[in-house]
């Protein structure tokens, strides 16, 4: 039971330059969110989604797409790099819609543009 | 909009010493939750605690407690005994409701708790 998982663990862009983090989670659950850490700060929500074929904006949402075609995956694009996008993206996975049900997180992906 | 801050940027303490760590919150939702996270250097993210806010109790798991003061919207964090290895970053969010019952965190901009042994 590997948990969350990401792909890839770093990444170096250029400005402009296109790219997709993958997240996977093999514990079935419904609900999966993509967040970004700057330095210094606490998590920020990017998008989320309540299962296939259904996503929400977050907090951030500018710059970002996602998709969600299979449930055990999420997508988080960017089309067009930005330094400002310089960041460590987290995702997470919760089973449901219990209010007390912990999110659990994958080991995230330092990106940097350049 | 809810939001939640931690005061304290960063906490010294002695190894073996209790530790408390300050989380104010705001919110006009009578229903909430408030979750504790640990965030090591190594970077990930481990959920410590929860608290619902119609909890009659205050949470509670192993050296960690939870001092929810419901009154003075406050969720803070107390550490037991503390080991060299609690040093870390320490965050506390919020449960928001989102899309079909989804729950987006908001979270605080966090505490660096060091032990010195």
């Known amino acids: 039971n590997a948990g969350v998982t990401q792909t890839p663990k770093f990444r170096v862009l250029k400005t402009g330059q296109s790219m997709t983090l993958l997240c996977a989670q093999d514990?079935?659950?419904?609900?999966m969110y993509w967040y970004r850490q700057d330095p210094g700060m606490g998590l920020r929500l990017i998008h989320y989604s309540v299962g296939e074929g259904t996503t929400a904006k977050g907090e951030v949402p500018d710059g970002y797409n996602v998709s969600r075609l299979k449930k055990q995956n999420f997508l988080l694009g960017l089309e067009s790099a930005a330094p400002s996008q310089t960041s460590v993206y987290f995702c997470a996975s919760t089973i449901g819609q219990g209010y007390r049900y912990e999110q659990y997180f994958g080991p995230g992906t330092r990106l940097t543009v350049t | 909009a809810q939001k939640i801050t931690q005061t304290q940027p960063g906490m010294f303490v002695q190894e073996k010493e209790a530790v408390t760590l300050d989380c104010t919150y705001d919110t006009s939702d009578p229903s909430y939750g408030l979750f504790w996270y640990k965030q090591p250097s190594s970077g990930e993210m481990i959920f410590l605690i929860y608290?619902?806010?119609?909890?009659?109790q205050n949470a509670t798991e192993g050296r960690y407690s939870l001092n929810f003061q419901k009154a003075r919207k406050s969720a803070n964090l107390v550490i037991s005994a503390s080991q060299l290895g609690d040093s870390a970053m320490y965050f506390c969010a919020m449960r928001e409701n989102g899309l079909q019952g989804a729950q987006k965190l908001v979270f605080g901009q966090g505490t660096r708790l060091t032990i010195n042994p």
């Open positions: 514990m079935n659950h419904e609900y």
């Open positions: 608290q619902g806010s119609y909890d009659q």
